[in-house]
């Protein structure tokens, strides 16, 4: 199946492992903010790719 989709953002918790999975595919970091889930602050991050068609994703 193909698709016309050509950019992609993902937000992960800045802690979390998976960040450096995300960086190692060429997402940008493009944006951050601050969330509470339960009664813990947590920062989240945000990682972009403008053009998936050349990388691996």
Do not use: C
Not at 9 to 15: E, F, G, H, S
Not at 36 to 56: H, K, N, P
């Amino acid at each position: 199946m193909q698709s016309d989709i050509s950019s992609m953002l993902v937000w992960v918790v800045a802690d979390n492992p998976a960040v450096h999975f995300y960086q190692s595919l060429g997402g940008q970091q493009v944006n951050q903010k601050q969330i509470e889930i339960g009664t813990v602050q947590l920062v989240e991050v945000a990682y972009g790719w403008t053009d998936t068609r050349r990388g691996i994703i």
